[in-house]
């Protein structure tokens, strides 16, 4: 493993003087109202939504090969330019400088030198925490020559400023609504409208690029567009005004590319001098704002009081779950890892150069999961999102397919697409589970929520054509009333609805695909096996928490009643008959009514239920081959195992039939051997999704069309990976957990291979590249599985507890590793001490202690400790010894 990065401190900085050569990289910076994303030499985008960018929308492919980029010019002499980013054209003192990047929790800056010229820029870019909508960019230039040296400095940031569906969708006819005003400090546009010919709408944004020296003082000539900065015969990387010293000239402004182009006043640079210049690039939504953001971040004492509360802020995100063990690396990159929800709660899936849903927003599953890593830090701030979550499930079971901006705001249909996933009823109660056992809180099972309404009824099946829009998106009952359920009632609904809705071989339907979305072409026949062990997992654990709770009736909507009906479920018409009835009784309006159900009766029903369908799954889906079947196709057949001659095998096909406890222990030994056998690139050592199917898949989905090693077909998901490490622990597989779960560290740290900053991407491809940086769930997966199942540290039903599954290589030379994370608004610290280095499994809990007080032992391999016992005014020291 060779990495090109390497952390300074503790808290997470790290240098990486490569990160030019990778043209790939890209770092994000965000607040709630902005988002950017800067490459090394400073491209990217700046935008707050879909339809507002301020630097024009960039993907991972047009990253670097797009001229747009922020850019600092210096002029010294017609043969002596220089562009302290890096970013020009034919300009061989470019090749001649040195670079060096450093980064942060999340800031950057970017040190270039020249040593022909006698210059070194360092430039730092960040949002501030503070929550204004803008980024700044500060630029230092330094003489490090022994001789004067008088240059004029001009920065230069092209404006996009409108809609990321008007990159080709009339460009050129949106460049005629812009509006520019020229601003003593810089340049603002407020186009007319925003351009969509199904419905135009005024604009109410403010687009801004500003600027000023470190004494206060503005530019002293203003470029107001590109065509004024750039020439005829020059562009972005070679404009005219810089190589031919020009001053702005008379031409029309308005209905032009707006340009950001801001030239200051001529200086002279004695040896070892020093002048800084303040960027200032944004989005308003009125002019007085934009003044109000000059304001304050216009001096260099501001802008560095705005970077070190930037910097505290995202410290303390971060450090909200910190780590102390062997690696001082492996620490320093998880408090990356860590901060990953956060940054997908901000940016959802779109709004970094990888991105798979173009349009903005997250979607349903990414919602939940989300919430995992955000429960082990806040569960009280996560409440409210669990309960506003609830909102998007329709009473057919399934749920609006993304997720507004608003608490509680739901989409029906991404891109005019009536799609269900079948999985989406798995994720909700995982979620409600985790925050029930951190917090002790089972009463939100009783809690009510409305559910979402729209034209789709019958799983997407069937439109109700008696919809309105103008009624809203909340289910209404035959008064007209809003309609509102039980949390618990919403998770009984998504999950006892998907036992009815079977496919061919009694298996739930595949529908639009599972987790896997790229298993969206067998939505007739189509059946997860996979899937289907996770339903019965839920349907047991609805019933242990409803008997948990001690109440004994809940309400229920009265259509739920059918649902309960006891027969012979190996009868398939008569799955399909009852869930037919229900559908027939909810597909237009609810009677609003609820009946009386006794939670002994309903608890019974439900595990019998989860009962029969593992006895099924493990009846008919183990295969002689040592692993499950986890599909059909939409031809009705099984898709894994020797097919032709060619086995195949799926890693989700195993890892859920581990984790809900389908997979019996001799069983669950089989599936780690095959998984070694089968899935485990023996080059990069990780853990393939799949085995190579040799040819498209037309009957079962697209991902078989995308090159094998990339994406859903066979690369590294560490999604997929990391649930599969969490699988292992939960069945005490604790050796093979550990080796899973750092695999994905290790492909990450190894960036000769990586190419990028610390972070757990969505994948690795086959030549072990680091693909969709930042925006992935596998983060949530990974900070629950290390916390909760590694170092033990976790909920259970409001107490505390610590039931270590460490390995002996995890301690390495040190004898101690510790944990420091929240805990019912406590902070806990848990030290484990192994001075034996004992292996899991060899070891027992031999004394412990809170607070210096022993504890006692009733469980050699757990602790459990009342929550009453934290105190939240200092922190809590938790010590084990364990040999």
Request: with cysteine; aromatic share 10%; glycine share 8%.
């Amino acid at each position: 493993m060779r990495k090109t990065w390497n952390f300074e401190s503790s808290l997470g900085v790290f240098e990486f003087p490569e990160a030019d050569k990778i043209r790939s990289l890209y770092f994000p910076l965000c607040n709630q109202a902005l988002m950017s994303s800067l490459s090394p030499d400073l491209h990217g985008d700046i935008k707050t939504g879909q339809n507002s960018f301020l630097l024009e929308p960039v993907s991972r492919i047009n990253l670097n090969s797009l001229r747009t980029s922020r850019n600092f010019w210096v002029y010294i002499d017609r043969d002596k330019l220089w562009s302290a980013t890096g970013v020009s054209k034919n300009l061989k003192q470019i090749q001649e400088d040195s670079f060096n990047l450093q980064a942060g929790l999340l800031w950057q800056k970017i040190t270039r030198e020249n040593k022909k010229l006698g210059l070194r820029a360092e430039i730092i870019s960040f949002i501030p925490a503070t929550g204004e909508p803008v980024e700044i960019m500060r630029v230092k230039l330094t003489n490090v020559s022994a001789q004067k040296i008088k240059f004029i400095p001009t920065a230069a940031i092209p404006l996009y400023a409108r809609s990321a569906d008007n990159i080709r969708d009339h460009r050129q006819v949106t460049s005629l609504l812009q509006r520019v005003t020229l601003n003593k400090y810089g340049v603002i546009s407020k186009p007319t409208l925003s351009f969509d010919e199904t419905k135009h709408r005024p604009n109410k944004d403010y687009y801004f690029v500003l600027g000023v020296d470190a004494k206060g003082s503005s530019p002293q000539y203003i470029y107001p567009t590109q065509e004024m900065f750039c020439g005829e015969a020059g562009d972005l990387e070679a404009p005219e005004a810089v190589l031919n010293n020009l001053l702005p000239d008379a031409r029309p402004i308005q209905g032009r590319e707006p340009m950001g182009a801001l030239r200051f006043k001529e200086i002279t640079l004695w040896p070892s001098g020093s002048q800084v210049y303040i960027l200032i690039m944004g989005i308003a939504q009125d002019a007085k704002a934009v003044n109000r953001y000059l304001n304050k971040f216009n001096t260099c004492g501001k802008v560095e009081v705005a970077l070190q509360k930037t910097k505290k802020f995202w410290q303390e995100k971060s450090s909200s779950i910190n780590l102390s063990s062997a690696n001082s690396d492996f620490d320093q990159w998880f408090s990356w890892v860590n901060i990953q929800p956060v940054l997908r709660k901000t940016f959802g899936c779109s709004f970094l150069p990888d991105f798979d849903y173009g349009k903005g927003g997250r979607g349903w599953r990414d919602l939940w999961q989300d919430c995992l890593g955000l429960l082990l830090n806040d569960p009280k701030e996560a409440r409210n999102l669990l309960l506003n979550n609830f909102c998007g499930v329709r009473i057919d079971g399934s749920n609006a397919t993304i997720v507004g901006k608003k608490p509680g705001e739901f989409i029906a249909d991404r891109n005019a697409i009536s799609r269900v996933w079948m999985d989406h009823g798995v994720w909700p109660l995982i979620t409600t589970d985790l925050y029930i056992n951190e917090t002790g809180d089972s009463g939100i099972l009783f809690k009510e929520a409305a559910y979402f309404c729209d034209q789709h009824t019958w799983r997407s099946a069937k439109i109700n054509r008696g919809w309105k829009a103008a009624e809203g998106n909340r289910l209404k009952g035959i008064t007209g009333k809003i309609y509102r359920g039980s949390i618990y009632e919403h998770l009984l609904l998504q999950n006892l609805t998907q036992f009815f809705n079977i496919g061919p071989h009694n298996h739930i339907r595949l529908e639009g695909a599972d987790w896997n979305d790229g298993l969206d072409m067998a939505q007739k026949f189509g059946e997860s096996v996979s899937f289907s062990a996770m339903y019965a997992w839920n349907l047991s654990k609805l019933a242990e928490l409803l008997l948990k709770t001690g109440r004994r009736s809940i309400a229920l909507a009265k259509e739920m009643k059918i649902l309960l009906k006891h027969f012979d479920y190996g009868n398939k018409k008569e799955k399909h008959k009852i869930l037919e009835q229900y559908f027939t009784k909810t597909g237009e309006r609810l009677s609003g009514k609820k009946i009386s159900v006794d939670t002994a009766a309903l608890a019974r029903n439900l595990k019998i239920k989860s009962l029969w369908m593992q006895q099924h799954i493990r009846k008919t889906e183990w295969l002689n081959a040592g692993f499950f079947n986890g599909y059909y196709d939409n031809k009705k057949k099984r898709v894994e195992g020797k097919v032709n001659g060619l086995l195949k095998m799926c890693l989700a096909s195993q890892v859920f039939p581990l984790m809900s406890g389908v997979a019996d222990k001799q069983q669950a030994n089989e599936i780690i051997k095959s998984v070694n056998r089968y899935l485990l690139d023996k080059k990069l050592k990780g853990y393939r999704l799949n085995t190579d199917f040799k040819a498209q898949q037309p009957s079962l989905g697209r991902a078989f069309s995308f090159a094998y090693g990339d994406k859903e077909n066979g690369a590294i998901f560490s999604h997929m990976v990391v649930m599969y490490a969490y699988a292992l622990y939960t069945r005490s597989f604790a050796q093979e957990g550990w080796k899973v779960l750092s695999s994905l560290y290790s492909l990450s740290a190894n960036t000769a291979n990586s190419r990028i900053y610390p972070c757990l991407p969505e994948y690795f491809n086959s030549e072990g590249r680091g693909m969709y940086a930042y925006l992935t769930g596998s983060a949530s997966w990974f900070i629950l599985t290390l916390i909760t199942q590694a170092f033990g540290v976790r909920g259970e039903d409001g107490d505390l507890l610590i039931e270590p599954k460490l390995t002996a290589g995890q301690f390495g030379e040190n004898p101690t590793l510790s944990i420091t994370r929240s805990f019912s608004g406590a902070k806990v610290q848990v030290n484990i001490s192994n001075p034996k280095r004992l292996d899991y499994g060899e070891y027992r809990i031999l004394k412990a202690s809170l607070n210096s007080k022993p504890l006692a032992l009733v469980d050699p391999q757990r602790i459990r400790i009342k929550r009453k016992a934290l105190t939240g005014k200092t922190q809590n020291i938790i010590s084990i010894l364990i040999g």
